[in-house]
């Protein structure tokens, strides 16, 4: 602020502000003071500034673009035409199956054999191969006398020498012998397993499907496994056989016709035929099909250059019907021939005939990532169990392969803030729903629910407070007794000091349970009080001098105070007689019976009131500040005009002090927006949009405390969280420096009056 | 300013359109909303107060019977808790057999207590229904370790399995040994805490140690002295553990000696030992001096004691104790770092747009949701700071994390962030206050600019200072949103000081007030029966802000006295 100026010499006979050559304590020290306030204070507020950046630190992985990285192409290794091919959880081998029944494991930074094996065929071929379980590597293989093979792909990691080595094998968990299934060679494969049974599903030439179920049961004391066949069914689909899907569960079964681009939908019963549901149009030739992860969604590869999503969903009349859900254009609109899907998530990746290959997610509708992977036509496309590999043949056996580092592909600007046709729900919603014991989960990540909840919240809390605020803060700052003003102001003001953690205990434990048993009495004392107040202001003016002399001016506040308890103790005194005459004696089973407006006892309203409460000292505080500090010739010089109190005080005062009251009113809603531990407690925290007063909600800010403790560490989930803080500050630092910005601007206007 | 003006106008104002012409409806409506915001504050002190304290008070019990018409009378031994008017149709809603002659019933909500016979403390009661009442002075209400309290009368006292006392004698027989029982259980505690913690305190060092060595890639042929010198050590720790369990054992069996056998209302028999009571007394026929000993004795009990049966039953003293621990810790990062952000901002930067724009900011920060600073406490300090730290330092216990997990020192530094912007703009605000002359006087006397601050502004404005802290405090000791991300917990096993080295576990987790609150209020089995104990909690907690408000605000007025006095 002020420069350190030289003194004169005479005191000391020395300059204390120039150093000389001499060691001078006074002058270290005041530079030590400078330097140590400086480093200080700018380290502190370079700190505070930490906390924005941290926020965007966190959030800024969610938006950035995902990355592949090549790895070097190869000829595919081993012989014979790749029916399967698949990486391992690591990344570093990856295997194949050919139609020879030959089972190459190779590196997949260099395409050498690191491992092969020959399935025992006995001069059979192999015509195609399912996965029996992906998460345990359990394969079966369909061969050319209609019998089954089933195998699994082992890796067993050891440690020689510190040194990771993954030894791959192939094992033969259900016995080294093939099954028979079929008497001639079963296309289309599909190993389905139910506990100890298995059903068994394929097609024929003449295109009919053959189902089978085997049981399996182990002796106990020799340990020997015995198949019998339980069931077995052949049935003529309503379109040709080309490709099969069937769901994990057994509950549903898709027959696709390639050539005519039909889908026909089928519910499984057990043993029975299997019924028809509908047949639908895809639109174009089909060229592939999928089930993706968690096994209720099927893709659809289309020869027009689309992919599209499909679950089993159900009509208004609670009927089943397949849904298309969602379709994803290929670049180019190139033909697709492959498909693969990741093992956890819902993403997937299409190889087109021009080699190119595209990665998608199927929840947030995103293209992540395209590239020309291969010269020709991509045959084979896959991801290994982690997802971070991505592995393309092309049909003149290249081999490429990619790392893959895509950590948050379920975040999209729609999946976000926009509607989203979920798995196994009926039609588009906004849903948060994070988490889920099971993996099959598919994680419902849309901020409008919460978004929506929160300004739910805050909107309620200011239609309570910002009345109640406001006129309080006119009537303290403009006619009330400055003795009483001493007194009521700071005791409003405590009211800021009280903490939010009591105000949500009372709201959720002692005002809903309240409410819910007095809501006529709350609606009465709604329409009542403001009623009764002028009222009374009427018979008081009509009251003796004498009487009306007692009260010395300004002190209508303390006058009504029992006037409000009357009201008050009345309103809810009648309430329950007029609740049993004119609703049944129970309000909110009336209001669920005529209107259908269900009623949560921890509600809107509740959270309305308490949050109301709480940022009530906020506005009033500053409010009454800009009230109060209008300058005082300007409403002195409207009342020596002849107008009346109140004529000046809408006339003069409040237009001069409204940007003050915005601002009052403003930093109200900040807290109101941000409030966490009153809505924690007085919603039911349901993540609903219901824009009901007696409903629950839940805020942004209650989401975080709930869940941020359980969410993994940098996970799509952990960085949304903090999507929601960065919003939640930035949206109150901003109607703050609004708000202080229109305050500077007031003061200035004041001084200058 | 205008209160005189009001009753310039009401000569001609008494019709009711000359009434509503003036303004003065609207002048009454402003009137009644600062009188409404008024009750509320004084409403909700008055409810925390009256809903927390008389849960202390030892109530009459009531002996009757519960006849619900068409069923076998149930013999009741209650505490009436409250009772309220209910509809008719509610209570048919809820499950009643009632006819519609009758509007509404008096419902009462009773402690029935005897949870382990019973299934649970509280039940609701049509009044009506409770007959043949009376206060029998022999009914004992017993506050046990476990179930809640029990409703009942003694039937025997019992020592080593013979009865030593019945009937009328009991009572008297009884007191001694709940005495001796109580010294007993003080004992065992007093083993557990201060003998069996630096055990396992110690063996734990040990196994570390062990692992560090390891780690070091010291096997037990480089390196056999120090794994000779950990097995000595464990060897010792293991001795001095068998000496105080064998010395706890006996302890216990010497708890087990007396029993109660106890009759309950409905004529079930139990037999309890007096190592399970906490406390005993028969309400009905104490006085009101003897009511008002046992009153404060609960109170006491209710601060300074652990709590029991998941928080629902005892006393708070940890939370209090981690509440005051975590504020202090923070008082000592937040007031150093908000001074000096102060001064750099007043005395240091240069005023221009680029300071006032900082100092904005630095005064909406404390606009941000609180829940946003336990997001960056939680990230940056516990995952960030606390693995790091663990990694350089406390490798040896990994994968189990010691600074990287929530603990108190996270949460203190979480709130001192939180709180920053409060020191610094009252410390601005006391800056700012002193007069330029001041200074002047000060550096024109030859003092640099560091003794000017030192010695003349920084006494000027301690008490500024010392606003902004009380402030703070007041605003950490209630806030519980970010301490949930970034230390608290239901139920601390530890205190996060004690007498084992090094006294002060700046990682330990802790409990707190606030959160108290809330966890017992909302996920606790037994909202019925903690009810009573969280207001009681939040009353204690609305006690201390406001006093600590109350503090501040005078520090304050008495502040601007002081300069308004130098400045004139």
């Known amino acids: 602020m002020s420069e350190t100026t030289t003194p004169p010499a005479v005191f000391t006979g020395q300059s204390i502000t120039k150093a000389g050559t001499a060691f001078q304590p006074r002058v270290f020290k005041d530079n030590a003071a400078r330097w140590v306030v400086w480093v200080g204070g700018l380290g502190v507020i370079a700190a505070l500034l930490l906390i924005f950046f941290y926020l965007v630190s966190e959030v800024a992985p969610l938006f950035a673009p995902a990355d592949f990285k090549s790895r070097p192409t190869y000829a595919v290794p081993g012989q014979g035409k790749t029916l399967y091919a698949t990486v391992e959880e690591q990344g570093q081998i990856a295997m194949r199956v050919s139609d020879t029944g030959a089972v190459t494991f190779f590196d997949l930074n260099s395409g050498a054999v690191r491992h092969a094996q020959q399935l025992a065929l006995n001069g059979l071929t192999v015509v195609d191969v399912t996965e029996v379980s992906a998460e345990r590597g359990e394969l079966a293989a369909s061969l050319s006398d209609g019998s089954i093979l089933q195998f699994s792909h082992n890796y067993d990691i050891s440690y020689p020498n510190d040194k990771q080595l993954i030894t791959p094998s192939v094992r033969f968990p259900k016995g080294e012998a093939a099954t028979a299934f079929m008497p001639e060679a079963a296309q289309n494969l599909v190993v389905r397993e139910n506990g100890d049974s298995q059903m068994l599903f394929g097609v024929d030439a ?82 592939a099909a999928q089930y993706l992860s968690g096994g209720i969604s099927i893709i659809v590869a289309q020869t ?341 109190p109140w004529q000046t005080l809408v006339g003069v005062v409040m237009p001069t002090a409204s940007p003050g009251i915005f601002s009052a009113i403003m930093i109200g809603l900040g807290r109101a927006v941000g409030e966490t531990m009153i809505v924690l407690m007085a919603t039911g925290n349901t993540p609903v949009t219901d824009i009901s007063l007696f409903s629950g909600m839940r805020t942004l800010s209650a989401n975080v405390a709930v869940e941020m403790p359980e969410s993994e560490v940098g996970s799509t989930h952990f960085r949304l969280l903090f999507l929601a803080g960065l919003v939640l500050f930035i949206f109150t630092f901003f109607f703050n420096t609004l708000a202080e910005v229109v305050r500077a601007r007031l003061r200035k206007k004041y001084e200058s009056i | 300013m205008t209160t005189t003006t009001l009753d310039l106008t009401a000569k001609n104002t008494q019709t009711v359109s000359a009434y509503v012409k003036s303004g003065q409806p609207y002048v009454w409506l402003t009137a009644a909303a600062i009188s409404v915001c008024f009750i509320i504050t004084v409403a909700l002190l008055f409810l925390t107060a009256a809903r927390g304290m008389p849960h202390f008070w030892p109530a009459d019990v009531l002996k009757a019977e519960y006849a619900e018409p068409g069923q076998a009378a ?41 949870r382990d016979l019973l299934g649970a403390d509280f039940r609701y009661l049509l009044d009506e229904w409770i007959v043949n009442r009376s206060y029998p002075e022999d009914v004992v209400v017993l506050e046990r370790a476990e179930w809640g309290n029990f409703h009942g009368f003694i039937a025997e006292v019992k020592q080593d399995g013979k009865i030593v006392a019945s009937g009328a004698e009991a009572w008297a027989a009884y007191q001694p040994l709940q005495v001796r029982a109580n010294q007993l259980r003080e004992k065992l505690h007093a083993i557990e805490d201060g003998d069996i913690g630096p055990i396992n305190a110690g063996l734990e060092k ?42 706890l054992a006996a302890l216990k069996a010497e708890m087990k000696r007396d029993a109660l056998v106890l009759k309950a209302v409905d004529g079930t028999v139990k037999e309890l030992d007096l190592s399970q009571i906490i406390r005993a007394y028969r309400p009905n026929e104490m006085g009101l001096l003897a009511k008002i000993g046992t009153y404060f004795s609960k109170l006491w009990e209710f601060v300074a004691a652990d709590p029991r049966e998941a928080n629902t039953e005892g006393g708070i003293f940890p939370a209090i104790f981690g509440t005051v621990m975590m504020v202090m810790l923070m008082s000592v990062f937040v007031t150093p770092f908000g001074i000096l952000a102060a001064l750099y901002l007043r005395e240091y930067a240069k005023q221009g747009p680029v300071t006032q724009m900082i100092r904005i900011a630095v005064n909406n920060l404390a606009g941000v949701p609180s829940i946003v600073y336990g997001m960056f406490g939680l990230g940056f300090f516990v995952y960030f700071m606390g693995g790091n730290i663990d990694r350089l330092f406390y490798e040896e216990s990994l994968p189990a994390p010691t600074f990287g997990t929530p603990g108190i020192l996270w949460a203190s530094l979480t709130l001192a962030i939180l709180t920053l912007p409060v020191v610094i703009v009252a410390t601005e605000e006391g800056l700012a206050r002193i007069p330029r002359s001041i200074r002047e006087a000060s550096l024109s006397l030859g003092a640099t600019k560091a003794e000017t601050l030192w010695k003349i502004v920084l006494p000027m404005a301690s008490p500024a200072m010392m606003t902004g802290l009380i402030l703070a405090i007041a605003r950490a000791a209630g806030e519980v949103a970010p301490l949930m991300l970034v230390g608290v917990v239901k139920l601390a096993p530890s205190l996060p000081l004690d007498s084992i080295f090094p006294f002060v576990h700046l990682e330990r987790k802790f409990m707190h007030l606030g959160f108290h609150i809330y966890d017992v209020g909302f996920q606790s089995p037994n909202v019925e029966a903690a009810r009573p104990l969280v207001y009681a909690t939040s009353f204690l907690l609305v006690l201390v802000i406001i006093l600590l408000n109350i503090s501040a605000i005078r520090i304050r007025n008495r502040l601007r006295e002081k300069y308004k006095a130098l400045e004139g």
Request: aromatic residues 10%; hydrophobic residues 45%; glycine residues 6%.
């Open chain 2, 74 to 114: 149930i013999p009741l031994l209650v505490e009436l808790v409250s009772e309220e008017e209910v509809s008719t149709a509610r209570l048919k809603s809820a499950g009643a057999k009632l006819d519609d002659s009758v509007p509404f019933h008096t419902r009462d909500l009773v402690k029935v207590a005897n």
């Open chain 2, 206 to 247: 040990v196994r570390l140690d062990g692992r560090r060595l390891a780690l070091e890639g010291k096997t037990k042929e480089s390196a056999p002295e120090a794994y000779a010198a950990l097995d000595i050590r464990k060897a010792e720790f293991d001795a001095r553990y068998e000496k105080v369990r064998i010395e």
């Open chain 1, 304 to 644: 027009n250059g689309k992919v599209s999503q499909w679950f089993p969903a159900r009509d208004k009349a609670g009927e089943p019907y397949l849904a298309r859900v969602r379709e994803f254009d290929l670049p180019g609109d190139a033909k697709p021939t492959a498909l693969g899907v990741e093992l956890r998530r819902r993403g997937f990746a299409v190889g087109d005939e021009t080699g190119r290959v595209s990665v998608y997610y199927a929840t947030s509708k995103r293209l992540i990532h395209s590239e020309k992977a291969l010269d020709t036509a991509v045959s084979q496309v896959t991801f290994n169990p982690r997802a971070q590999v991505l592995y393309t043949e092309s049909v003149d056996g290249k081999v490429h392969a990619y790392d893959v580092h895509n950590e948050h592909p379920e975040v999209s600007f729609a999946a976000l803030w926009g509607k989203v046709w979920y798995e196994s729900y009926d039609e588009q919603q906004w849903l948060w729903q994070s988490s889920s014991a099971s993996s099959d989960f598919e994680p419902k990540f849309s901020l409008s629910p919460l978004a929506f909840g929160t300004l739910k919240g805050a909107f309620y809390a200011m239609i309570f407070a910002i009345p109640l605020a406001v006129l309080g803060a006119i009537f303290v700052a403009n006619f009330m007794s400055p003795e009483l003003r001493q007194v009521v102001k700071p005791t409003v003001e405590l009211l800021a000091a009280l903490p939010s953690v009591i105000l949500g205990f009372l709201a959720g434990l002692w005002l809903a349970p309240f409410i819910e048993s007095n809501l006529p009495g709350m609606f009465l004392l709604l329409i009542l009080l403001p009623v009764s107040v002028p009222l009374f202001g009427y018979l008081w003016l009509n009251m003796p001098a004498r009487v009306r002399y007692l009260m010395p001016a300004g002190w209508e506040g303390a006058l009504l105070v029992p006037v409000i308890a009357l009201v008050t103790w009345f309103c809810f005194g009648v309430a329950k007689p007029i609740e049993a005459v004119a609703f049944g004696g129970n309000m909110q089973a009336w209001m669920d019976s005529t209107f259908g407006i269900k009623y949560d006892q921890r509600n809107a309203l509740v959270v309305g009131i308490a949050m109301g409460i709480a940022v009530i000292p906020t506005i009033f505080s500053i409010a009454e500040d800009a009230i109060f500090s209008v300058p005082k010739q300007l409403s002195l010089g409207s009342l020596a005009l002849g107008a009346s």
């Open chain 1, 206 to 287: 003449a295109k009919s499907i053959h189902i089978k179920t085997f049981s399996r049961s182990e002796n106990a004391i020799t340990g020997e496994t015995t198949v019998e066949v339980a069931g077995e069914l052949n049935f003529k689909p309503a379109v040709a056989a080309d490709l099969l899907l069937v769901e994990p569960l057994l509950a549903w079964l898709y027959v696709i016709d390639q050539k005519a681009g039909k889908i026909a939908f089928y519910k499984l019963d057990g043993a029975a035929e299997p019924k028809l549901v509908e047949v639908k149009e895809a639109g174009s030739e089909i060229s």
